[in-house]
């Protein structure tokens, strides 16, 4: 197991943070230590921060980042089309197209580091309950992969189509936070969140559906540990968000009638 973090980088560009595996360790680590234990001691005689100027500013940033790589991601495998969706190879690193893959890919590995900040503004805002098991999971996992996919595969190929459908998702989402965190009458409506549930659901389907007609494909050489990951982590983020569903919304609406 540990050859993870020995095995040399599929890519040998050694970008920031992607060119050695202990800048993401450190960082999920602390991660951890602050969200499950130190923020917590921090805030706990303090009121909540408000942070509603650097949320404001937080989400715009994210919905144009997210906005500007979905479209770069878009126009390379549409306008470009470099991939088989069928059988979406990694590109050859002498690929007249690799650059712009790999800064792509790169840029959103990034984005999923950022996105752990959703938990630091949870802290300081006391909204714990927010914290579950599947945010946890979800966010380190998010942040997690696609370096150890990159170092061992090399930027771009098949998770191209996933990290689509998770840009698109989380333009929908950093829209509703934005508009939340400057209406509170949004943030009492039940409905936004309610259907944003609804399209990761169906985000899971198509990803896990993507990487089964890969796998039925016969002369597809997509690694196999690709797509088992890929279907395995849908599949188990899919019963996850389908159990959060059931307790906020189906068994909350039986409790209000």
């Known amino acids: 197991m540990f050859e ?38 921090f805030m706990e005689n303090r009121e909540p921060f408000k942070l509603r100027g650097v949320l404001k500013v937080y989400n715009i940033f994210q919905i144009l980042f997210n ?3 979905l479209l770069l991601g878009l126009h390379l495998i549409i306008a470009e089309k470099p991939y088989n969706f069928s059988c979406m190879l990694v590109l050859p690193l002498d690929h007249e197209l690799k650059n712009i893959d790999r800064y792509i890919n790169y840029l959103y590995y990034i984005n999923k580091i950022i996105d752990l900040m959703d ?18 999971i979800h966010h380190v996992y998010m942040a997690m992969a696609p370096y150890f996919w990159q170092r ?42 309610q259907y944003i549930t609804i ?30 990951l890929i279907m395995f982590m849908s599949g188990l983020m899919f019963v996850m968000f389908v ?15």
């Open 4 to 41: 993870i973090f020995t095995f040399p980088h599929a890519d040998p560009i050694g970008l920031p943070f992607a060119c050695g595996s202990w800048p993401i360790l450190i960082t999920i680590v602390s991660y951890l230590i602050f969200v499950l234990k130190l923020g917590p001691k």
């Open 199 to 228: 399209l990761q659901l169906i985000q899971f389907v198509l990803m896990f559906s993507h990487s089964f007609w890969t796998l039925l494909q016969p002369n597809c050489d997509v690694p196999f540990p690709k797509l088992f």
């Open 243 to 257: 159990n959060f569903y059931r307790k906020s919304y189906i068994h909350k609406n039986k409790k209000t009638a």
């Open 152 to 193: 061992k595969y090399g930027y771009g190929g098949h998770y191209t189509f996933s990290g689509l459908l998770n840009l698109f998702v989380h333009i929908v989402m950093y829209t509703y936070y934005y508009l939340s965190s400057q209406n509170p009458q949004i943030r009492k409506s039940a409905w936004w969140k």
């Open 67 to 69: 906005g500007l790589l």
């Open 119 to 136: 938990t630091v503004f949870f802290v300081l805002r006391k909204s714990y309950k927010q914290i579950t098991n599947l945010h946890l």
